[in-house]
């Protein structure tokens, strides 16, 4: 364990390892200030690791924004990223399956021997976030209660709206295509050799999610889709793009919520158009220090009414 300063605060630091099949060890990486506080459970996107939400600087991250205001945050380091071993590689064989089935599930059983019975918010990130939403579909029984959850930058699929939108998406698409090729693995920026990057399979098997009508499990065909519309999702925050960043649009957001079918939903716009002091992409969505007073304080009294129905927020919508 290890301690760090945040803001005025000064916060704990403790890193668990995770087995999965295969031998893969996972890094859980737990961030607080107190040891009662409500779970939080973290995962970051494609091509990204643990730093997304905790990264190295004492104003900005949600991982410590949450644990100053009293939560127990537990952030979720998938297989080949950050100091999860081994690293991925050209030989790494594992796909969304795995992350999904195995992964997620792992982690969310070590955060549950830790805080044992405590209702859980669980949060993510693109590629994240469709990660937990599968996984809450598979899990027949969950390891602890879900309260809610909050995705940032939310999408299935990227929606080519314009030709701006679809130039920069080829570019993207062909620095992955590049990168899985030369390297076997890929990073959000589209290049190989990152730590944080994912394998060659979680690449082609994300874009065929973004492409395609159905929503399948690429190994076992288990439909996601029709599992999350028949079975309830705890009450849901939404934080979406307004500017003519890639990833996370409004409107990509807006249909993934569709595919969920009906549940408790805000949805909630980012960016200069909405008040807020700059316009973010995905990633900086959670690593700028500006975050914190645009949108991070809304989470933190979105939480807070989920914990006590009896008090009113003010969100805005997109």
């Not at 316009?279 to 500006?290: G, I, Q, S």
Request: glycine share 8%; charged share 20%.
């Amino acid at each position: 364990m290890s301690t760090f300063p945040w803001g005025e605060s000064r916060l704990k630091l403790e890193e668990h390892t995770v087995t999965v099949s295969g031998g893969h060890q996972l890094q859980l990486r737990r961030c607080y200030k107190r040891t009662d506080g409500p779970p939080v459970f973290l995962v970051a996107g494609f091509g990204q690791d643990s730093s997304l939400f905790l990264p190295n600087s004492t104003q900005a991250g949600l991982a410590p924004f949450l644990a100053t205001a009293g939560y127990d945050v537990f952030v979720a380091e998938l297989r080949g990223k950050g100091r999860s071993w081994p690293l991925v590689t050209r030989h790494a064989d594992w796909g969304l399956h795995a992350l999904i089935a195995e992964d997620i599930p792992a982690h969310l059983n070590a955060m549950a021997k830790l805080r044992p019975g405590a209702p859980q918010m669980w949060g993510g990130q693109g590629l994240g976030s469709l990660l937990l939403l599968a996984a809450y579909a598979r899990l027949d029984i969950l390891p602890a209660p879900v309260f809610s959850m909050v995705h940032f930058a939310a999408g299935r699929c990227c929606q080519l709206t314009s030709l701006d939108k679809t130039l920069r998406y080829m570019t993207w698409q062909w620095g992955c295509d590049t990168a899985a090729a030369l390297f076997g693995c890929v990073n959000a920026a589209g290049v190989g050799h990152q730590v944080h990057a994912d394998s060659r399979l979680v690449y082609q098997q994300w874009r065929a999610w973004q492409q395609s009508i159905d929503w399948l499990d690429p190994e076992d065909g288990f439909d996601y889709r029709q599992a999350l519309q028949r079975k309830p999702l705890p009450p849901s925050l939404y934080f979406s793009l307004r500017d003519r960043g890639l990833w996370g649009s409004v409107e990509d957001t807006r249909l993934l919520i569709e595919e969920l079918g009906p549940h408790d939903v805000r949805l909630v716009g980012v960016g200069k158009a909405c008040g807020n002091r700059r316009n973010y992409n995905a990633e900086t969505l959670l690593t700028h220090k500006d975050a914190v007073s645009d949108h991070f304080e809304a989470i933190e009294a979105w939480l807070y009414e989920m914990q006590h129905p009896d008090a009113t927020t003010q969100l805005r919508r997109a």
